[in-house]
């Protein structure tokens, strides 16, 4: 069978679930198509699960109340074991990233990480994954055979299609899972609310650079234009590195890796290590004052001239 894993928050499927069952969906293979649910009241993850596969595992634990990447390499790794699946499926999130590996070596697997493309021929598993600060398109390849009879695999996110949903549920069946001891204890939690589409999830970004000029520019701005066409807000590394924006929504080789249907590079001069985290959107809009800037040699539209001129000019149009 291909094992899925599901990612999820705030009691809803994540995007990369709908994206990771459409890949196995076209890679197809023996067995069922099967859905894992890891966390602790997840009934409505479950439900919503239960209309992508063929059938949907829970183990829903107070142990997993939050994530923890040996618990939940542990209990993938169980779970592939006994229900024999050939392939695993995880997100290419941060946390996916992180315990990916663990499953892999508990299972003494191949790892294929951030496939963008994958296909099934004979006992051979082809992927296609970005390298070289995703300027260069790589073909791997897992052999599955009798001493390594799984390959795990970690999706990019916004590789592929999002699946659609049935209208008859799968079943869905309770799982026992033996557990280690948890090592680290989360004893108190810092986070930040913060009632935008996540980045992940978004199909417009609105990204700034250092160009903007200051953090209270950044607001009235990036934030600004976002609020109008109800898009995410991005930054790069030297935004963050400077304090202006949190580190949750830093774009590039060191923060994420997104692909929206859009995306407003705004005061963005264009180094490679942003690139790399953005050069697969499908239409780029770049606005720089300096038209030699790199970014205008990947953006589909540009505006040459002031961030600090144009973008109101933009929002009050748009507001009108």
Known sequence: MILIVVEHSNGKLGKSTYEMTQAARDLGGEGPLTLLVLGSNVAPVAAQAALLADQVLVADLPALDHYDPELWAHAVAQIATEGEAHTILIGGSRS????????AVKLDAPLIEDAISLRRKDD???AEH??????????????????APRVVVTVKPGAFSTAKPGTEPAEQYDVELTLP???????????????RISLEDADLIVAGGRGVGSAESFTQLIEGL????GAAVG???AVVDTGWRPYAEQVG???????????FAVGISGAVQ??????????????????????????DYGIVGDVKAIVPAIIDKLRR
């Open 226 to 229: 976002a609020d109008q066409i």
């Open 124 to 126: 051979t598993l082809e």
């Open 181 to 195: 001891q948890r090592r680290v204890t989360v004893t108190a939690k810092n986070t930040v609310k913060n009632t």
């Open 96 to 103: 996916g990233r992180e315990y990916s590996p663990r499953v």
């Open 274 to 299: 942003h690139l790399s985290g953005m050069n697969k959107s499908k239409f780029i809009v770049a606005i720089n004052k300096d038209p030699e800037a790199p970014i205008f040699k990947i953006s």
């Open 235 to 237: 930054a790069t590394r």
């Open 253 to 263: 080789q060191t923060g994420k890796t997104v692909q929206p249907r859009v995306y």
């Open 130 to 147: 970005y390298t070289f600060l995703a300027r260069v398109t790589e073909r791997v390849q897992a052999r599955v055979q009798a001493q």
